[in-house]
């Protein structure tokens, strides 16, 4: 069987991307599973120092937060995100990084409107959207008495 | 085993993004947009605590936590103060992880220089 290579960049197209899929799925699940393992780590150390589940939870947060705003800094961050994908995107690191990460790159723009204002590009959109929804919930909540 | 539960639901957040991404035409800041949304649904209508519950910082670190921490934000802030809490509860809950993100951020960004152009 001969193909022309146009044909055998069709079938390449069918049938990789599937496998690629898998394998991006199961990096993701486990750097995404890892980064959960070290929350929950720093959770139970903060809950055995005294800290209530709403501080535990809050400790995390910085503690993550701080991580990955460092790594991105250290130019590691890219890296991870690049074996993990979605495994550093959607933990509360990814969050971080999107903002570390356009904020140090449109630094030399200045740093009111560029390091300044860049840093809410992708993060932005995320409180814009959070924020407003849960404004929404909270006038249901009163409107219909639900509390 | 709370470390084995917080893996696997953590890890299962991540790969359903995966998929979409992969699957989808979503970018990352729309999937970043729309676990934060899907989360404060989540949390509204009362799905998500039983999983915080059941998963920790599986449940939580995801930015779906972060969601159902504005939601739970503002339904204990209109419980104690009204129609105000709708506007003050979900900053109030959610101020420890947006501050040091804005924080570190800002100091992360100062201190370090940025990746050269390749």
């Known amino acids: 069987m001969s193909l022309t290579p146009n044909e055998y960049e069709q079938l390449n197209k069918k049938y990789s991307p599937s496998s690629k899929t898998w394998k991006n799925c199961a990096m993701a699940f486990l750097v995404g599973g890892l980064i959960c393992t070290l929350g929950q780590a720093i959770m139970n150390i903060s809950s055995s120092l005294g800290l209530s589940v709403d501080e535990s939870g809050a400790a995390v947060s910085i503690s993550l937060i701080f991580i990955a705003a460092l ?16 495994g550093a995107l959607v933990p509360i690191t990814g969050f971080s990084n999107s903002i570390v990460a ?46 | ?23 989808t035409k979503l970018t990352p800041a729309r ?28 449940a939580t670190v995801p930015l779906t936590g972060f969601g159902n921490l504005l939601a739970k934000g503002v339904h204990k802030a209109v419980t104690e ?4 809490g709708a ?21 992360i960004a100062l201190i370090f220089k940025p990746k050269e152009k390749s």
């Open chain 1, 71 to 86: 790594l991105t800094g250290l130019n590691v961050f890219d890296n991870i995100a690049k074996v993990g994908g979605a």
């Open chain 1, 102 to 147: 356009p904020a140090l790159e449109f630094k030399s723009e200045g740093y009111v409107l560029g390091l300044g204002a860049k840093m809410f590009v992708i993060a932005g959109p995320v409180l814009v959207y959070g924020i407003t929804v849960s404004v929404v919930y909270g006038i249901i909540l009163y409107l219909f008495h639900i509390v």
């Open chain 2, 1 to 23: 085993m709370d470390y084995i539960k917080a893996f696997v639901i953590g890890g299962l957040f991540c790969v359903v993004a995966q998929i979409l991404i992969d699957k």
């Open chain 2, 31 to 58: 999937i970043l947009v729309s676990y934060v949304v899907a989360g404060v649904i989540l949390g509204a209508i009362g799905v998500y605590q039983p999983l915080v519950d059941f998963a920790g910082a599986g």
């Open chain 2, 81 to 84: 103060q009204g129609l105000l």
């Open chain 2, 87 to 107: 506007v003050t509860g979900g900053i109030t809950a959610a101020a420890a992880g947006i501050t040091a993100a804005i924080f570190f951020g800002f100091l």
